[in-house]
């Protein structure tokens, strides 16, 4: 059974640093899709970053680019997101979550099999 499970979430000012850990487990293949959600209240999910863990290739929302770096640790099958000159509206619950299908091609959600049970993030003005 594909488990996920997230870390590094909390609280922190506008401008501020945090950097969000999700460890997989109950897989065997290398070469899957590793992505980064979120939601805030009363929003929909959205993408945040994904990667391709059989060669390394990334993808970023446009609200996150420059300011959020993901990538992976293959000895441990970790991800992180490292997210830097965070702002109030990056605010949210952030979710891990693994597609073993489509090779990192979409942001569709229903491409995504596994979910982590998600990490609070929020961010302060």
């Known amino acids: 059974q594909v488990q996920l499970v997230e870390s590094g979430g909390g609280s922190v000012q506008a401008g501020g640093s945090l950097r969000l850990s999700c460890t997989a487990s109950g897989y065997r293949t290398s070469r899957l899709c590793m992505g980064w959600f979120r939601q805030a209240p009363g929003k929909e999910r959205e993408g945040v970053a994904r990667i391709y863990t059989g060669g390394g290739s990334t993808y970023y929302a446009d609200s996150v680019k420059g300011r959020f770096t993901i990538s992976q640790d293959n000895a441990k099958i970790t991800v992180y997101l490292q997210m830097n000159s965070l702002k109030p509206e990056d605010t949210a619950m952030y979710y891990c979550?693994?597609?073993?299908?489509?090779?990192?091609?979409?942001?569709?959600?229903?491409?995504?099999?596994?979910w982590g049970q998600g990490t609070q993030v929020t961010v302060s003005s």
């Open positions: 979550a693994a597609d073993f299908r489509y090779y990192c091609r979409t942001w569709y959600l229903g491409a995504f099999d596994y």
